[in-house]
């Protein structure tokens, strides 16, 4: 999709559409006033005869419009007026994009992102507006050998600001967008992939191809450098399955020399059978979206490429699957980790925390300014906040808050847990320092407890994305998130790098 900004008049504009919005009930907004003047009266008309209320979800197109330029118009409901916030926006997108791909016009120019949002400037808006658009037309069949073709696809998406000095904050706030959506695709389409496909060895190739285009500089260390390393819980967890376990290391120095890193860890879990604590079998597929973790850390990393930002940011993905098999960790079985903690193994299915908390210990050579680690972690976090808000943990609390500012800026939202020392209590073992399951009680929160004690150096925070990584039932799929939140909270890094 080609997209662009614009500002001027609506009914000059020489597209196949121009999308105004209507409020409830049957009010005209700003830019839908305009086409109306231009059309002696004609909307007004159409609402009055009861053809339009405005109802959020609604849309009607309207052909040969008298005195308009374009080829059609399109009438998107909005709802009530007072209730317009960016829920609201991001629907009234949505169905303008799902109308216009249906419609048959090559391009649309939309005038919804003239409507003013509470709290939020242009340059939201159109960030949104191309994330939505995205996201509005997202596909994967890459596995389907025939593919159901648009017949006349939307080909150019035209958003359209009321002045022109908002311009220059629009086509930055365009360059942005679009760079998170691509890195929502790449996210999403690595999560969609099947484990028989998407498997560490893939997960490393596709991070190497990542870093040569962008010009980034790639590690990936093997089974032998995680033995020399004394990577051991990770390594446990790889025992038995017959994939070779990777360890990427993807770097972004887009910062000055010796400017401390942010560094992103990402959980890539291939596919999670449970290993000998076997799963159930209903829904077991979607444990193949147990690496969503890696899968948004990578599409961040080429978001941060694509709009160089000025920092410099360090990719950790430690990638395996967790299989059961003959030689494979035993509950009970004691580990030492890589920073010389003894774990004993209660359940082998609590491997995420495994694989992560080595990861976390690596992180300390890069003396970081913060790690920031995303896992598809706990079942438990799907049960306290759903599908709708990620969990978040941290060590430290401007962290914390800096990322929920960035999670409601992206409308990619994050809810805080509390990581009392009081649950370490859970996590005591006869036979080991920790055991790596905690009981049901507080699931999430002993999990990041696990976590925190290998993030003692540095400030960190932990995002379960359990519930907001994908969507199960007859929807299934990834959702890319959390490359928004991540994105917009390196974004506002940046800013202040730049000042
Ligand atoms: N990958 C799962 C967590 C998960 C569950 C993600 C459901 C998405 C949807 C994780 O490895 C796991 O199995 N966690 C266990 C931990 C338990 C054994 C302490 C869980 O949540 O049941
Ligand atoms: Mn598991
Ligand atoms: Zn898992």
């Known amino acids: 999709m080609e997209f662009s900004i614009k500002s001027g008049n609506p009914e000059k504009q020489r597209t196949a559409c121009v999308v105004v919005g209507v409020f409830e009930s049957r009010k005209l907004s700003a830019p839908a006033e305009v086409v109306d003047r231009a059309a002696k009266g004609y909307l007004g008309d159409l609402l009055r005869r009861g053809d339009m209320e405005g109802k959020a979800g609604a849309a009607l197109l309207l052909h040969n419009v008298p005195g308009i330029e374009a080829d059609r118009v399109l009438l998107v409901g909005l709802g009530k007026e007072r209730e317009f916030r960016a829920k609201e926006y991001r629907a009234a997108i949505a169905t303008a994009v799902r109308t216009l791909q249906e419609t048959g016009g090559f391009d649309g120019t939309v005038y919804l992102t003239e409507l003013p949002v509470r709290k939020m400037d242009v340059a939201w808006r159109i960030r949104q507006a191309v994330l939505v658009a995205a996201e509005t037309l997202y596909r994967f069949d890459q596995l389907k050998s025939r593919k159901d073709e648009v017949r006349r696809p939307l080909r150019k998406l035209t958003f359209c600001v009321e002045r022109r000095n908002e311009l220059a904050a629009a086509e930055a706030a365009l360059k942005e967008g679009q760079a998170i959506a691509e890195g929502m695709a790449l996210a999403k389409d690595l999560a969609n992939l099947p484990s028989n496909i998407c498997t560490p060895t893939h997960l490393a190739d596709r991070a190497r191809a990542m870093a040569a285009e962008h010009g980034m500089a790639v590690e990936v260390l093997e089974r032998a450098d995680m033995e020399q390393l004394a990577m051991n819980t990770l390594l446990s967890v790889a025992r038995g399955s017959h994939e070779p376990p990777k360890f990427i290391v993807l770097k972004h120095l887009g910062g000055k020399p010796g400017a401390k890193p942010v560094v992103l860890v990402g959980k890539g879990i291939t596919f999670d059978t ?69 774990v004993e193994i209660l359940n082998t299915d ?150």
């Open 350 to 499: 609590a491997e995420g925390r495994l694989i992560l908390c080595d990861a976390l210990s690596y992180a300390e050579r890069f003396d970081p300014d913060c790690v920031i680690d995303v896992a598809t972690l706990t079942g438990a976090c799907v049960i306290a906040l759903g599908h709708v808000l990620s969990g978040l943990l941290a060590n430290d609390d401007s962290l914390a808050r800096e990322l929920q500012d960035a999670g409601l800026l992206a409308h990619d939202r994050v809810w805080q847990l509390p990581l009392l020392d009081d649950y370490q209590e859970q996590l005591k073992s006869n036979f080991a320092d920790l055991a790596n399951i905690g009981g049901r009680p507080a699931g999430t929160i002993t999990a990041a407890c696990f976590l925190s004690r290998f993030a003692q150096k540095y400030d960190w925070a932990h995002l379960d994305i359990a519930g907001t990584a994908y969507r199960s039932g007859k929807e299934k799929g990834s959702t890319g998130r959390p490359v928004p939140l991540l994105t917009h909270f390196l974004l506002g890094r940046a800013r202040e790098a730049d000042r």
């Open 274 to 342: 449970g290993g000998i604590s076997l799963k159930p079998a209903p829904d077991m597929d979607e444990m193949k979206y147990d690496m969503s973790g890696a899968a948004s850390v990578l599409g961040t990393m080429q978001a941060v490429a694509r709009l160089r930002l000025p920092l410099n940011v360090i990719a950790l993905v430690p990638t395996t699957e967790n299989m059961p098999g003959g030689r494979a960790t035993k509950p009970g079985d004691v580990i030492t980790s890589m920073n010389g903690l003894t």
